[in-house]
């Protein structure tokens, strides 16, 4: 039952878990019957109408709590689960007549439908073992690439959707042997739109009914976990749809969005904005966060389109919002909600991560909140994105012209935790396919984005890699149809596979691609300006061991004889080329390595002479008796 301190928080802003005591509790005794409550203010009466009393609106009314609190509830001993329910609300504004969906429902209808479901997931855990281990997994030094994946348009074996747990067993043993370390799943809360692909959510504690039940989308997360792959949900605080059975004009007021349109309508998405300085609406997204960290063992929440939340006036024009009350354009209740959330998740689960695609450069995102900062564990890099593929968009023959914009990422990238994103929202809308963007013939449009991967994976940073890039899908991702599956008979694209395959590899074996990617001492350029040959080279160092030397050959002229300084001498061993034969390159290369010379360069006292392939990244790893420690 609701207790005061219950109350208290739920209208504080401050209440982490609505989804004990909000929605749908179907009793497990023998006497059965379920335990409704909803969050409803303004309304003179609420009742549950349901498959068990024909719908009827006045057959089982709820209860006001006491203390004014606006929340109703009640047990109906006829209510099982599996039954299908809303609610009616008669508004003490006008008087309206309101059915609608369960804001804390745990199951819903399959769309088109939209009535919720009374429901207890009831499924048995076996990835102790993950959860021991997670928060080594997930630290912030530890390798992480992900695989971000559209559950509805992975595979269609049978021109449909997968089910949760045909898809766990699909998708985990394709991506373990990829090597990614976690999936990110766009948004599975329950939309009414498959088109919104989740973005307007309207169950934000329930998973969509479209691939199965709660308990199969438990049994999912448990089998990746199991087969040690950490799962990302992206999650949508910002917005939400204003469908009639959803959270817009709950209870015939503006209850969780805001009244005033310049603050609650989103011109850019016609959606609903939250009003986040309210308390119960702050309790609410926080719980929901909660929620699937708890309940659904997630590993990590990416928060989408925080740059709207940050900024009043974001998407309008002059005159079309309404500044704080220091006259200026930040959402300061906003900040307060996600400084609140942030402090929330990491209380409750420090070894879960929060991740924000947050797209300016609002400071300290990815700082705590003690520290003024927001509190997120890392930010998209989307600086980063833009200007990469702006870059390997030009024909290289004018790359030369361009190399600032591949070297700019550096002057900032230890200002956050970044993940470097190469998306969904890369490959739709027009925007082609990551092939797509690539310049030049058949043969270069292939290095090209091996070249683009490989530069990826060895600059700072986590990495994030939407479905299809990793075998160089070559139409624009549809969400209405699976992947072009079938180009994996032709060696080149299956090239690029055994390419992220080694990647993530190297990612995982070499600490120094992944020990220091959010501070300056794990990296180092050897050559930034070099615009005549158009190449780029840097160090990459781990805490202690050995360091990589990256060089990058923009353009599809292979360069012999060409001289770097090293930091050290001895062997360097060629550990990587993205021209090698069986990524389907060229195979120019070092024949294995080369020897440092004691001849300066580049302000180093030693260097080698290298052959650099076409279009390409090579990494070569120094002796690790002769690298210096870093710390």
């Known amino acids: 039952m609701l207790s ?62 006491p203390l004014n609190s606006g929340v109703w509830s009640g047990a109906i001993p006829q209510a099982q689960r599996g039954h299908i329910y809303k609610y009616h609300l008669c508004s003490r504004h006008e008087h309206q007549q309101l059915i609608k969906a369960d804001p804390v429902a745990f199951y819903a209808e399959a769309p088109p439908a939209t009535g919720s479901r009374i429901w207890h997931p009831q499924h048995i855990w076996g990835d102790q073992d993950w959860m021991a281990r ?93 087969q040690g792959i950490g799962v990302i949900l992206d999650w949508v605080p910002s917005h939400f749809p204003t469908d009639a059975h959803g959270l817009h004009f709950f209870d015939g007021t503006h209850l969780y969005e805001h009244a005033d349109p310049r603050q609650g309508f989103h011109p850019e998405w016609h959606s609903s904005i939250f009003n986040y300085g309210r308390g119960e ?149 027009g925007k082609g396919s990551l092939i797509g963007k ?17 530069m990826m994976w060895t600059h700072p940073g986590k990495k994030l890699l939407f479905m299809g890039g990793e075998f160089a899908q070559e139409r624009e991702w549809n969400h209405e149809s699976e992947l072009q599956w079938h180009l994996l008979a032709h060696p080149e694209h299956q090239g690029v596979t055994r390419l992220v395959r080694q990647l993530n590899q190297l990612l995982q074996s070499e600490p120094a691609l992944h020990e220091i990617d959010f501070g300056p001492e794990g990296f180092e350029w050897v050559e930034s300006t070099d615009a005549v040959n158009t190449v780029l080279a840097f160090l990459r160092k781990p805490c202690r061991g050995a360091p990589l030397l990256v060089v990058c050959n923009l353009t599809p002229v292979p360069r012999q004889g060409h001289v770097l300084g090293v930091p050290a001498p001895g062997h360097w061993q060629e550990i990587f080329n993205s021209d090698a034969t069986d990524y389907g390159g ?38 690790a008796h002769a690298a210096q420690g870093h710390h």
């Open 438 to 454: 690539m310049p030049g013939d058949a043969w270069q449009r292939m290095a090209n984005l091996r070249l683009l991967l490989s």
């Open 4 to 65: 005061d301190l219950d109350l208290h928080l739920l209208h504080e802003g401050t209440h982490a878990r609505l989804f004990d005591i909000l929605g749908a509790h179907p009793h497990d005794g023998p006497e059965g019957g379920t335990r409704f409550a909803v969050w409803a203010p303004n309304a003179e009466r609420v009742s549950v109408m349901g498959d068990w009393n024909d719908w009827d609106p006045h057959a089982h009314p709820l209860s006001p709590c």
């Open 281 to 429: 609406v702050s309790s609410f997204l926080i719980s929901s966060a909660l929620f699937w960290l708890e309940r659904y063992h997630i590993d990590g929440l990416r928060v989408d389109a925080v740059a709207s939340m940050l900024y009043l006036d974001y998407a309008r024009q002059h005159g079309q919002w309404v500044p704080n009350i220091h006259g200026g354009k930040e959402n300061l209740e906003a900040i307060t909600f996600l400084r609140r959330l942030n402090e929330a998740v990491y209380r409750a689960h420090p070894d879960a991560f929060t991740v924000a695609e947050e797209s300016t450069a609002w400071p300290q995102v990815s700082r705590p909140t003690s520290m003024g900062g927001l509190g997120f564990g890392m930010k998209w890099n989307m600086g980063w994105m833009h200007d990469t593929l702006a870059f390997m968009k030009e024909d290289p023959l004018y790359r030369r012209h361009h190399l600032g914009r591949l070297t700019f990422s550096l002057v900032y990238a230890f200002h956050e935790n970044f993940v470097l994103p190469l998306s969904h929202d890369e490959v739709v809308y």
């Open 586 to 623: 060229s195979g120019w290369g070092n024949l294995g390595g080369v020897h440092a010379q004691p001849q300066p360069s580049h302000g180093r006292p030693w260097s080698v002479t290298l052959t650099l392939p076409p279009l390409s990244t090579i990494i070569l790893k120094g002796e």
């Open 134 to 226: 997670r928060a080594e997994r997930n630290r912030l030094s530890a390798p992480m690439s992900v695989y971000e994946v559209h559950v509805g348009s992975w595979r269609r074996p049978d021109g449909r959707p997968m089910g949760w747990r045909a898809l766990a067993l699909e998708l985990a043993a394709y991506v373990k042997d990829l090597g990614f370390t976690h999936v990110e799943l766009m948004p599975v809360t329950e939309h009414p739109f498959y088109g919104s692909w989740g973005y307007q959510t309207t169950g934000y504690f329930a998973p969509t009914a479209r691939y199965g039940t709660p308990d199969d989308f438990m049994a999912f997360v448990d089998h990746l976990h199991q």
